[in-house]
């Protein structure tokens, strides 16, 4: 596997979040930077699933070796909701702050707030399909705090950390984030090869 590896993402937050945490061990192509522009559907029923969907799309359409992730909020209280769903929450739009609002309501008088982000990442290289997890628990608090990241970071808060990951700097948030810690296991196994 080359230097260069495309990053099966039309979510321009995720793939600067990934760009920063790479940093210059790897050059990441987005899905613009070879040409692809089709929304490539993500109908598995697990995050792994739909991270193997992506990254084999661009694998057999465009050649490329290439990872995709799928990230998931689990909430214990609401059986894992919205879990494989989070991006479409409140509809089909990828509307983050519809969706953090129906989530909020959904959690009105609920005292158990535990909770945790779980990002997948499917590498193909080859035919193989390789995956990567990363995790990390928190709570969702009872309102908004930050205006950092992107998604749910702004009720998400970690249990290393006493504030949102939306009130982080880039570099905090992603030292310990799910995407953070998912990446840094594709870097390890690809510094092997």
Known sequence: MGKKIVFATNNAHKLQEIRQIVGDKLEILSLADIG??????????????????????????????????????????????????????????HDSVANT???????????????????????????????????????????????GGFGYDPVFLPAEADVTFAEMPAEAKNAISHRGRATAALLDYLSQL
């Open 36 to 93: 692809c522009h089709e929304d490539i559907p993500e109908t598995a029923d697990t995050l792994a699933g739909n991270a193997e969907l992506k990254a084999r799309y661009v694998k057999e359409h465009y050649g490329y070796d290439c990872f995709a992730d799928d990230t998931g909020l689990i909430v214990d209280a609401l059986n894992g909701a919205p879990g494989v769903y989070s991006a479409r929450y409140a509809g089909p739009g």
């Open 101 to 147: 609002r129906l989530l909020l309501k959904n959690l009105e008088g609920v005292e158990d707030r535990s909770a945790r982000f779980v990002t997948v990442i499917c590498l193909i290289g080859g035919d193989e399909a390789r995956f990567f997890e990363g995790k990390v628990e928190g709570v969702i608090t009872r309102e908004p705090a930050g205006c």
